[in-house]
């Protein structure tokens, strides 16, 4: 099976900039789609923004269109996301996770497979 381990978190100020990685291993890392997922305390998972297992195509969450940018590199077989505009609201674990070949939504937590263990992004004011 896949194994994920994002890195790259960290405490910052409104406004910053994060960059968050995700190193995946175990299979074919090119073939799979990818998601960045975020979740808070006593909240639930939520879809950030995901990326087509070429790199070609990528997909936003309203609340972070405009302000994160997600990349992908295959030779490296990791994914980033480009943390901008920061906001407290933004704080939160953020998970990586590999689509599902079966999937049929990408901004469902449902349609993926492996998940890593998460990176604590928290932003003050």
């Known amino acids: 099976q896949v194994q994920l381990v994002e890195a790259g978190g960290g405490s910052v100020q409104a406004g910053d900039s994060l960059r968050l990685s995700c190193a995946a291993s175990g299979r074919t890392f090119s073939s799979y789609g990818m998601g960045w997922f975020r979740q808070a305390p006593g909240k639930e998972r939520e879809f950030v923004a995901a990326i087509s297992g070429s790199g070609d195509g990528t997909y936003y969450a309203d609340s972070v269109k405009g302000r994160f940018t997600i990349s992908r590199d295959n030779a490296k077989n990791t994914v980033y996301l480009q943390m901008t505009s920061l906001t407290p609201e933004d704080t939160a674990v953020y998970y990586c996770?590999?689509?599902?070949?079966?999937?049929?939504?990408?901004?469902?937590?449902?349609?993926?497979?492996?998940w890593g263990q998460g990176t604590q992004v928290t932003v003050s004011s």
């Open positions: 996770a590999i689509r599902s070949p079966r999937g049929s939504y990408y901004s469902r937590k449902e349609s993926y497979d492996y």
